[in-house]
């Protein structure tokens, strides 16, 4: 089915061109017809699906008419969104998809100055992103006005509900008009959930796309057994592979995450970190610098990484092994995202065995053992050279917004395992079951 086919406003359908999109993927082609219908929705899709444009391109098709007749008038949507990393990142898309309507959109977030933010709600933004933490406080000193809103979205609802944010929500939306669309997104449907949208929508339309902690399918998964000492040597071993240019590394804690980060740098590796201790434009920045190519790994924790949009991600890397197989999930989510391909890599221990089974059992399949070619699991002596570790990513394009901007790396990867099309390549397989 074609984006033309699904309703959506000349001025919308002329960006999602712009953004490089052929054709709609399985959760907007379901969903962009019943938010126009009026409906309320539960989306169930996995992470990096396309749900962002799914409600961002209905919206704005049914405020285009007034936006277009310069009756648009005080904050018409509101979506709220766990991280500030995440809400940026909708923000991002928001301006693309709504690039050619001249709408009013601004992003509240904590930890930040509230001076702007607080001047966005006076002057009634037509479109706000917020995480609930900030804006439930501005709200509470009398900062906005919602009631001529319409549409309420609540994405990554059961990370927000994991994070404690539903008491927030509930007060928010208790200021909210009774009269809305409201909009709820979920990776998965636990009865919690369940109860949010009984709270939250009126005869709610479902669409489901994929399956609870099923990973991506666009992303090959591999496990590499190896001694806990060993691991830095054999992420630089692997990092010899050109093909892998966009990797991001796990780590369990913040201190490690900074330890790994400081070895790679050491060994010639444009490394940045993205955790909790780091301030919010030391996080922007690395983000930045990964988005951009300036750095070819970024080593993040869990928590940091929630909601992670980069197209492109080639690789995967679990340093340390998860400690929750829904984190596992999340993880390799980074990768794969919409038709591009990605590949998921696991070091696992001695002591992560029980683990690994138990992921294996929750995921419901097993995941292939890889010895890594060339590498010494006996003795490791420093590799004296790293000329393909040491550089930066082979090349980028600067197309913008799109998730086929690293399409063209394809055929230069060196080692490495397996055939096929290669990462940041499209492949129709979305997830459509
Ligand atoms: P999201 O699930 O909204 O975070 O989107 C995941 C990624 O898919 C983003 O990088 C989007 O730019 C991209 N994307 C969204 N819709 C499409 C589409 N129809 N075709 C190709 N890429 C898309």
Request: aromatic share 6%; glycine share 10%; charged share 20%.
């Amino acid at each position: 089915m074609p984006f033309s086919s699904l309703g959506l406003h000349p001025l919308v359908l002329k960006s999602v061109q712009e953004a490089g999109y052929t054709e709609p993927t399985p959760i907007q082609s379901a969903a962009i017809p019943e938010i126009i219908a009026g409906h309320d929705l539960i989306g169930i899709a996995q992470t990096g699906t396309g749900k962002t444009a799914a409600f961002t391109l209905p919206m704005l098709t049914k405020l285009s008419a007034s936006i277009l007749d310069g009756q648009l008038r005080g904050t018409k949507a509101l979506v709220l969104a766990p991280t500030r990393e995440l809400a940026l990142q909708i923000d991002e898309n928001v301006r693309a998809y709504g690039r050619n309507l001249p709408l009013r959109v601004a992003t509240i977030y904590g930890g930040v100055g509230e001076r702007p933010q607080i001047e966005a709600l006076r002057s009634g933004t037509n479109l706000i992103i917020a995480c609930p933490g900030r804006l439930l406080d501005l709200m509470g000193r009398g900062f906005a006005n919602f009631s001529g809103l319409q549409y309420l979205v609540l994405d990554e609802a059961d990370r927000m509900l994991d994070m404690g944010f539903i008491p927030s929500i509930r007060q928010i939306v208790r200021l909210l008009p009774r009269q809305r669309q409201t909009l709820l997104f979920s990776a998965s449907l636990s009865r919690d959930i369940e109860k949010l949208t009984h709270e939250f929508l009126r005869s709610p339309k479902m669409v489901q796309i994929g399956r609870r902690a099923d990973p991506a399918q666009t992303v090959t998964q591999l496990v590499y057994e190896v001694p806990n000492h060993l691991k830095s040597e054999l992420l630089l071993h692997l990092l010899r592979d050109s093909s892998m240019n966009m990797v991001l590394v796990f780590s369990r804690m913040k201190h490690s995450a900074d330890r790994i980060a400081r070895n790679l740098e050491q060994r010639g590796v444009k490394t940045a970190t993205l955790h909790s201790n780091r301030s919010q434009a030391q996080r922007l920045r690395a983000l930045k610098d990964f988005k951009s190519g300036a750095v070819r790994v970024l080593v993040a924790t869990d928590i940091a990484a929630r909601g992670i949009d980069v197209d492109g991600i080639s690789h995967v890397v679990n340093y340390d092994f998860p400690m929750h197989p829904e984190d596992y999930v999340h993880r390799i989510g980074r990768t794969g995202r919409a038709n591009a391909i990605g590949d998921a890599i696991s070091f696992v221990t001695p002591e992560d065995h029980s683990d690994l089974r138990a992921l294996e059992r929750f995921i419901g399949r097993g995941i292939v053992r890889k010895k890594a070619e060339g590498f010494n699991y006996a003795a490791p002596t420093t590799p004296r050279t790293h000329n393909q570790a040491t550089q930066q990513r082979p090349h980028q394009s600067q197309q913008g917004h799109s998730s086929h901007r690293r399409s063209s790396q394809g055929g230069g990867g060196g080692g490495g395992g397996g055939g096929g099309p290669r990462r940041g390549g499209f492949r129709n397989r979305f997830g459509s079951r």
